[in-house]
Structures are given as C-alpha cells and as structure tokens.
C-alpha cells in the first residue's frame, strides 16, 4: 500500500531503505517514476505484488530486511486475515451485520 510513495521516497530521502509495494500497477508505476525522480533508486526499492506475497517473500530473503522478525510472524498474519475486527469469526460478523439490518428495519417500521 504504497501508493505513489508520499511516504517511501522521503523515507529514503533520509537515508533509510525502504522496501515499497503496491498491488495497482498504475500505483507501481508512478511510485518507480517517483523513485527515479527524487533520485533515491539506490534506497527505495519498489515492489508490485500482493501484500501477503510481498512479506513471504521479504520472510523468504535470506539477510533480509526483516530477518528480526519471528518465524511465526507469517502465521500470525495468516490467522488475522482469517479472523474480522477484534478477533471476531466471519459467521460472528455476519450475525452481528444482520442484527444490526433488522434493528435498522424495525426503527424504520416504528416498532
């Protein structure tokens, strides 16, 4: 979610090593463009992949940038995307989401 990379390229204007990634590949694109642009090629390194794709990868990369990680980080991710706000279950959600419809329904109704 790098976007266009308001936040990469002065990031690596100062000097850090950015790693950014954006699935849009118009995103991608201008984002590379920026990079070019602001001449900091050599610290922003722009990726266009899925997110989870990007962080095995980065996961993956031996002497990578995030090698001080946990091993489990990849798993804790993996089980927050299958699990909705506040550690909810799906079918929790959608219970909740039709709850909240058909209180809407019976205030409409006057009841």
């Known amino acids: 979610m790098a976007g266009i990379g308001p936040f990469a390229v002065p990031a690596g204007k100062s000097g850090c090593k950015v790693y950014a990634n954006d699935l849009n590949p118009e995103s991608a694109k201008y984002l590379t463009l920026n990079i070019q642009l602001n001449k900091v090629s050599d610290r922003v390194l722009p990726f266009n992949m899925d997110g989870r794709q990007f962080v095995k990868l980065l996961l993956a990369t031996p002497g990578g940038p995030?090698?001080?990680?946990?091993?489990?980080?990849?798993?804790?991710?993996?089980?927050?995307?299958?699990?909705?706000?506040?550690?909810?279950?799906?079918?929790?959600?959608?219970?909740?989401?039709?709850?909240?419809?058909?209180?809407?329904?019976?205030?409409?109704?006057?009841?």
């Open 66 to 111: 995030v090698e001080q990680l946990p091993p489990t980080a990849a798993a804790e991710a993996d089980a927050a995307d299958q699990q909705g706000p506040a550690g909810q279950q799906p079918q929790q959600q959608q219970q909740q989401a039709s709850g909240a419809q058909q209180q809407q329904v019976d205030q409409q109704q006057g009841q």
